[in-house]
């Protein structure tokens, strides 16, 4: 179940803060962003305890999904809404 919270907050922040903030600002507050959910998101799940080296893995999934949240899935939202408009006609 943390695979998907990682997924999905890091789908949210890639495409929240695409907009919102920019140079290196945005890089920094990415960068700690990821790292702080990562850990948390290992944390609440109770992996940290059992096994320590799985927040480098949320990170990751944190990150990863922050990317695509970033750059695919506006292109995917519009591509939607255009082929929604489409079949309304």
């Given at each position: ?12 922040l ?75 006609r």
């Amino acid at each position: 179940m943390g695979e998907l919270v990682a997924w999905g907050l890091g789908l949210g922040l890639g495409y929240t803060v695409r907009n919102s903030l920019t140079g290196w600002r945005r890089i920094l507050f990415c960068v700690i962003a990821v790292i702080l959910l990562g850990s948390l998101i290992t944390f609440l799940s109770g992996e940290l305890l059992a096994e320590p080296w799985l927040v480098l893995l949320d990170i990751g999934q944190v990150a990863v999904a922050a990317v695509i949240g970033a750059f695919a899935l506006p292109r995917g939202l519009h591509w939607a809404e255009r082929f929604a408009r489409s079949g309304a006609r």
